[in-house]
C-alpha cells in the first residue's frame, strides 16, 4: 500500500493550525518558558546558590520538570486524537473520502508531534537565549542535546496517547488510561525498580536493572541527560546503577526513536482492524 504524502502533510497541518489558532503552542511555550527560568535560576538553591549554576545543575534541575510535565502534556494532547473524531462522528466522514486508514493516523501524529515540538522548543529555546551570556559554547551544545530529547520524550508519549485513542472505547476511558499511563512511567516504575533492588540487597536483579530501565522513556530521558554529568550523577538513584556500555547517546537515542516507532505500530495495527 502507497502512502499519499500530499493526504499526510493535509492532515498534518489541519491538526497543527488547530493547535495554532486555539493558542495551544503559545500557552505551552509559556508554561515552558516560565517553570525553565525559575527551576535553572534557583536550582542550586539546596547548595546554597541562586542564580545560574553550572551547565550539570542547570540541566539536571530541567530534568526534573521534563520528566513530570511533557509526558502529562504528550498524553493529554493526543489522548482523544481518534476517540474523540469517532463520538464527534466525523471519523465516519474522513474515513469516507479518498485517504486510508494509517495516512489519517500519521497526519494527525505528525500534526500534534510539530505542535508538540515547536512549543517544547520555543519555550526551552529562549531560556537558551538567556544562557548564551553565561555558559560557552559546549555547554550550550549539552543544553540543545537536552531540549532535542526533550522532544523526543513528548514525541514518545505522544505516541502512547494516540494508542490510548485507537483502542479505548470513548473519551472517557480513554483519559483514564492516559492518566494512568503517566502514573505509572513517571512515579511508580521506578519505585518498583528500587523496590525490587533493596528488597533483594542488590544480590538479584542488579544485572537486568538496566536492560528493565530501557522500558521507560522517561529513564531513558534522565541517563541520556544526566549521566555524563559526574556532578549530578549522584542526584539521580536508579541511573547511577547504569553501566556505561549501554549508556552511549546514539544507543539510548535509538531507543528513544524505538519508543515513538513501535506505540505508534501498534495503533495503527489496531487502526486498520
Known sequence: MML??????????????????NRWVLA?????????????????????????ASIEVTIASLVSLVIYLIPLIALILGFDAIVGERERGSLDLLLSMPITRLELLLGKYLGLATALALSTVAGFGLVGMMLLTEFDFNALFHYAGFVLT?????????????????????????????????????????????G????????????????????NPADVFRVLNVFSLDEVRSLYGLSTVFPEGLAAPWKLALVMV??????????AHGFER
Open 28 to 52: 505551552v511555550a509559556l508554561v515552558f518558558t516560565a517553570f525553565a527560568l525559575v527551576i535553572a535560576y534557583f536550582g542550586a538553591a539546596q547548595q546554597g546558590a541562586v542564580g545560574f
Open 196 to 215: 525490587a533492588l533493596v528488597a533483594t540487597g542488590g544480590r538479584t536483579g542488579g544485572e537486568i536493572l538496566p536492560w528493565l530501565m530501557l522500558a
Open 4 to 21: 499519499e504524502p500530499g493526504q499526510i502533510a493535509a492532515i498534518a497541518g489541519k491538526e497543527f493550525r488547530d493547535r495554532i489558532r
Open 150 to 194: 526533550s522532544v523526543l520524550l513528548g514525541m514518545s508519549f505522544l505516541s502512547m496517547a494516540i494508542a490510548v485513542s485507537v483502542f479505548a472505547a470513548d473519551r472517557t476511558r480513554a483519559s483514564g488510561l492516559a492518566i494512568a499511563l503517566w502514573f505509572f512511567f513517571v512515579l511508580v516504575f521506578d519505585l518498583l525498580l528500587l
Open 258 to 267: 524505538l519508543w515513538i516507532v513501535a506505540p505508534l505500530a501498534v495503533a
